[in-house]
T-cell receptor, first 109, second 114 residues
């Protein structure tokens, strides 16, 4: 699986958009970009995934660059409950998720 | 999203005893289930992958005789930590996936071995 690089930590004010970047320059053509988050002492929660096109669901938007070497997860209106560790993972469909260190997002009042 | 449950949510046991953790997919049939563990302030580490009706595939460094995995049905997988020791104390998390689809995670089981 391609390796990903994420900032260690980020802050965001409540009500503002949180933009979490991820670099995956070695991604191959059939690998998806997945985003999960883990709130303290809970199991990871699926957020969104994509292959080439931008994706949006009720939780977030995923913007993938045209060359697919990087992506951005957008939480449009962050709340205090969005404080968590966010993981960007690249993998082939059918394989297990391997978690890196992720980005620790702190949403402040 | 799909719902995955784990039982128990936490367990305390004496050193040398065995502990069984159950993982269930509640609203879908999971052809594959995964077991992870997470030590404090670290990321999740994959322990093993199990396909229904087959033997589990263990990651390097994970003892298959110590961590027994059974995936007897499409909705249930169990992890048994045999002869548990204090160093096995950790947060154990399972996930389940329908073939080719997204992985969904359980809430985790916190194990403390005294």
């Amino acid at each position: 699986d391609a390796k990903t690089t994420q900032p260690t930590s980020m802050d965001c004010a409540e009500g503002r958009a949180a933009n979490l970047p991820c670099n995956h320059s070695t991604i191959s053509g059939n690998e998806y970009v997945y985003w999960y988050r883990q709130i303290h002492s809970q199991g990871p929660q699926y957020i969104i995934h994509g292959l080439k096109n931008n994706e949006t669901n009720e939780m977030a938007s995923l913007i993938i660059t045209e060359d697919r070497k990087s992506s951005t997860l957008i939480l449009p209106h962050a709340t205090l409950r969005d404080t968590a560790v966010y993981y960007c993972i690249v993998l082939n469909s059918g394989y297990a998720l391997n978690f890196g260190k992720g980005t620790s997002l702190l949403v402040t009042p | 999203g799909a719902v995955v449950s784990q039982h128990p949510s936490w367990v305390i046991c004496k050193s040398g005893t065995s502990v069984k953790i159950e993982c269930r997919s509640l609203d879908f049939q999971a052809t594959t289930m995964f077991w992870y563990r997470q030590f404090p302030k670290q990321s999740l580490m994959l322990m093993a992958t199990s396909n229904e009706g087959s033997k589990a595939t263990y990651e390097q460094g994970v003892e298959k005789d110590k961590f027994l995995i059974n995936h007897a049905s499409l909705t249930l997988s169990t992890l048994t930590v045999t002869s548990a020791h204090p160093e096995d104390s950790s947060f154990y998390i399972c996930s389940a996936r329908l073939q080719g689809e997204t992985q969904y995670f359980g809430p985790g089981t916190r194990l403390l071995v005294l």
